[in-house]
């Protein structure tokens, strides 16, 4: 597979390509497109295939014009204390910590292809093992319930550089405006900012500021909530290290767990997370967060590197 670079000229606004030599290696890897609420990625099985530079490879992969096309790329590989172990890359090459829907589909992934054909599975990330469980239809995975574990309020573990004991609806300024911000690790890290329509938000210009803001020391995934009634969240997201996604599964759960926070929706009731994808239902319980959504696999391929 010939190689391409974007390349931003002269400080261009619009990137273009060039073709740079290929590593040389000729390897055929077979692959599988699948999405949740439209926050799709490459899902690559190494159960069965050696892969190397994962980061590259998420870069190349991920590309929509010279690559397959998707919001980063997930490795499926085989794990010493769980059914299956999920690395997921975001297109900018970083490694994402934890992927609430690609974890959803990881465990589709698993169940449709046999490696583990339980109604209850277990997915090693790299926050910890998720517990898994599918909703069956016509053989084959349509749902996931997700136990998502613990949300993380204390600053020094989101990573914020904030004081106190959680961040709740505190002030930062953005582009010279103000924004009232609640933090929320889920496995990684997310601010939530609660507001009008997101459809509204000029989330290209903005949505990068939030990502490298200065009291973000590993970056972050940032949510626009419109809060519809106290079980119903409008969500858009901008994704640390893909922009904007058609759905954040973790920020989801983020936004929810904010929105309890801040008195707009009630701990141990279903909330509905509409995003431009589609919709979540999250449960917010004692601490724990579970995630209902859809795992949906597109097509099968097989790409040359
Ligand atoms: N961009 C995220 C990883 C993907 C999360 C999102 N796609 C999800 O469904 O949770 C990060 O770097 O923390």
Redesign the pocket.
């Known amino acids: 597979m010939n190689q391409y670079v974007r390349k931003a000229e002269n400080g261009s606004p619009v990137d273009h390509y060039e073709r740079v030599a290929g590593n040389g290696k000729k390897q055929k890897i077979a692959f599988t497109k699948m999405h949740?609420c439209a926050?799709d990625y490459v899902y690559i099985n190494c159960f069965d295939q050696d892969i190397e530079n994962h980061a590259e490879l998420a870069v190349w992969l991920s590309d929509r014009h010279t690559g397959i096309g998707g919001?980063?790329v997930i490795f499926i590989c085989p794990s010493e204390i769980a059914d299956a172990k999920m690395r997921?890359f975001?297109l900018d090459g970083?490694e994402?910590?934890?992927?609430?829907?690609?974890v959803r589909c990881v465990a589709k992934f698993v169940y449709d292809s046999g490696i583990a054909r339980k109604d209850v599975l277990h997915i090693e990330t790299l926050s910890g093992i998720k517990i898994c469980r599918v909703t069956v239809e016509n053989g084959e995975v349509a749902a996931v319930t997700v136990d998502m574990g613990k949300a993380e309020l204390a600053p020094e573990k989101i990573p914020v550089l904030f004081d106190g004991e959680s961040v709740v609806s505190r002030e930062i300024e953005v582009l010279g405006e103000p924004y009232a911000v609640t933090c929320v690790s889920m496995g990684?890290?997310h601010c939530v900012i609660f507001g009008g329509d997101p459809d509204f938000i000029d989330l290209e210009k903005i949505g990068p500021y939030f990502e490298h803001f200065e009291k973000f020391p590993e970056r972050i995934?940032t949510e626009f909530i419109q809060v519809l009634d106290d079980h119903t969240l409008k969500m858009r997201v901008w994704?640390?290290?893909?922009g904007e996604?058609m759905?954040?599964?973790?920020?989801a759960c983020a936004s929810a767990v904010a929105a309890c926070l801040n008195g707009f929706c009630q701990k141990g009731e279903d909330i509905r997370v509409r995003l431009r994808g589609g919709e979540l239902v999250i449960r917010y319980t004692d601490e724990r967060v579970q995630m209902t959504g859809n795992a949906d696999t597109v097509f099968t391929g097989v790409v040359e590197i």
């Open positions: 949740g926050n919001d980063g997921m975001n970083s994402g910590m934890m992927c609430g829907n690609g990684n890290p995934n994704e640390r290290g893909s996604t759905a954040c599964g973790t920020g």
